[in-house]
């Protein structure tokens, strides 16, 4: 199950760099297509996920919950990308703040992969 963990570690660092890259585009430094951030299965960890389909990993129950917060993620993330496109830049900001919705998506997931990573070698 090492390639759970590996997938994981993988994940967590990929996901924590869509802050910067939402970051900038509020700044205006990088283009974005909410239609194209707010899909779950075109990054790496989401092929990874829906690869899994079928597999004994998706019957565990960290699958099932990482995959509809990995979803959320992505869906909020999208948002904030469509507030900076219709000129809500503070809405944006207040999306990817300490107490913003994108903040919240982001923590939850992370820590939900944190706790399958954990139990991942147990459940080889």
């Known amino acids: 199950m090492s390639n759970i963990i590996e997938q994981i570690d993988k994940a967590i660092g990929a996901h924590g760099a869509w802050k910067v890259k939402l970051r900038q585009n509020i700044d205006g430094t990088l283009a974005l297509v909410p239609a194209e951030v707010g899909v779950d299965n075109r990054c790496e960890f989401g092929k990874w996920l829906y690869s899994l389909a079928g597999t004994h990993a998706a019957s565990d129950p960290y699958y099932k919950e990482i995959l509809e917060l990995h979803k959320a993620f992505h869906k909020v993330a999208a948002t904030v990308v469509t507030k900076v496109q219709s000129g809500d830049k503070p809405g944006a900001e207040a999306s990817i703040g300490l107490k ?19 139990t991942a070698p147990k459940a080889a």
């Open 100 to 118: 913003g919705d994108y903040t919240a998506a982001s923590s939850k997931l992370t820590a939900k992969m944190m706790e399958w990573k954990k």
